[in-house]
């Protein structure tokens, strides 16, 4: 006799993704303690400012904080709340939304920050005496980090009203 309960397969992708952003984030952490790469965060304005800023700590916050615990405890809570309150979570289309606008939006925030942290932290020891160069990549930032962000934010907001929608089923506010 089958005795497995049927689980909830949907949801291990969470678990899945928070891990992979756990793995990156640590080996991300190990290699900007390494010296040559720490004076070269250093001297590219980590962790005040600067390039050196959006790499350590904002790229390696991110990835650790977003990816591996946010990331964690909405695949927790969507398996907890049925769990502790007999509810069923609202919508499944929902869950599986909070996911893909999370992980896309942390990739994205991820690899951008990364990307125009390296790009501008060359630019910036190869032309000491200019900001030009620099600024010609950085004008793209704003953008481009705006996007992703949003990106990410959307997982958050779809996620907190599923949750919402799920608990004023049990909750009648009226
Ligand atoms: C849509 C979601 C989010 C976006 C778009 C976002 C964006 C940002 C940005 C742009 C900064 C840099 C501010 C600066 O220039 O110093 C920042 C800093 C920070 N964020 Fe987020 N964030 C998000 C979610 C979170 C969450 C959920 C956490 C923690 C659970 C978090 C933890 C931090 C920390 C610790 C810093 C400061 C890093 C430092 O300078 O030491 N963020 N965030």
Redesign the pocket.
Known sequence: MNNRSPGNPHLLKFIIASAVCFFIGTVHGVLQVMAPIRAWLDSIGS?YGGPG?MID??AH??IN??GG??IFIMGASYYLIPKLGGIAIYSRKLVNHTFWWTVC?IAG?YSTLLIFGILEGKAMLANPDSDNAVQAIHRFYGPV?GTV?SI??MG?WIYFINVFLTIKKKIPLQ
């Open positions: 962790p800023h700590p904002l916050a991110h904080v977003v615990v946010v939006g925030f980090i962000s990410m934010g958050f």
